[in-house]
């Protein structure tokens, strides 16, 4: 294969080389136990309060709220399930939206096995919340609303700052997963009232297996992991030094580099949105127009098939997801474009293409000549296809 174009960037993004610089001497010469008491393994105990230190600042957190976990799903996961059982005195019931990542829809599963009652909140066509559904759905022993930030297939954002507001004037605590979010726009934990905040390295140009929970103090929440005493007796286990590490530098370098970098995606997106809308006939874009990741753009095309399609774009050299990556490998339609009322069929012929920070307009260009190519090949064989344009129907987008 000549050359790759890595459009995929919502499954996993590449580790960036200041990230690994910065990584490395923790997997060789400073190999020790944070937790031992010797002077060389200082050293690392203070490389993970950096990396605290880094992340907090971006969050406008406090250090010791950040609890390093082993990635998104771990802090999905004991958000909502510690908080259910710290607060089960108070309720049983948990609100949260039909769109959320599978680490979020599962664990709600879980506990509803174990007598806890979710509500799954709706959303436009858009893919956004609507907050006089969320305010009807708020009961008294409601102890938990988790929205995510960002949808990692459409790239809707939610109005987060509006629902901290409603659940801090509710006394209900608030979680968000911003595994998308987190280092791509901007997060203040204070300003948008939120009490938990989920976050990944990989997603940010840092490694795998590393994350971090926000959880702001005075929250209660049982340990996830119990064992020794680190990350505060919250989530015991000998820490990922390396992988602490270059979580906080992403962190950093993405928070310093957001301004310019969201502002050269977005250009970028909206240069692919705008000529694949254009060039594309019969083509429907998914997620809110404006108030969506830089990164993120995301079609339907009628009359084809997302897999056909993300073959014939591997061909190309060009990696795309019809889904979220969780769910390719099943053939049903994700639950997410199910949820913005997308018919099956049209669902079925779904990509998601999500920039990173290497992605070229000259890349964007090829990859849209492509894809013209692709669909018009891929509808030439359709039936459907061919039995709708014989009626005549006039070439246009609906959007
Ligand atoms: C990727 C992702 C996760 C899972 O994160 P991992 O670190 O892969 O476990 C959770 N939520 C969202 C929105 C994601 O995009």
Known sequence: MERLIYLDNAATTKVNPKVLDAMLPYFTEKFGNPSAVYSFAA?????????RESIARVL???TEEIYFTAGGSESDNWAL?????????K????????????????????????GYE??????????VVDMEELKAAIRPDTILISVMFANNEIGTM??????????????ILFHTDAVQAFGHVPINVDEMGIDMLSASGHKLNGPKGIGFLYIRKGVKIRSFVHGGAQERKRRAGTENVPGIVGIGVAAKLCADTMEERSKRETELRDHLIERVMKEIPYTRLNGHRTRRLPNNANFSFQFVEGESMLIM???????????SACTSGSLDPSHVLLAIGLPHEIAHGSLRLTLGEDTTLEEIDFVVDKLKEIVAKLRSMSPLYEDFIS?????????
Do not use: F, W
Not at 118 to 127: A, P
């Open 43 to 51: 050293e690392n105990k203070k490389a993970i309060t950096e990396a």
């Open 91 to 114: 309720g049983k019931h948990i609100i949260t939206t039909k769109i959320e990542h599978h680490a979020i829809l599962h664990t709600c599963e879980y506990l509803e096995g174990r």
């Open 60 to 62: 406008g957190a406090n």
């Open 391 to 399: 009626k005549g129907k006039e070439v246009v987008n609906a959007d």
């Open 118 to 127: 979710i509500t799954y909140l709706n959303v436009d066509e858009n893919g």
């Open 81 to 89: 399930k510690a908080t259910a059982e710290a607060y089960e005195k």
């Open 313 to 323: 774009l591997d061909m190309a050299g060009i990696c795309a997801s019809s889904g």
């Open 158 to 171: 939610q109005p987060i700052a509006e629902i901290g507001k409603l659940a801090r004037e509710k006394g």
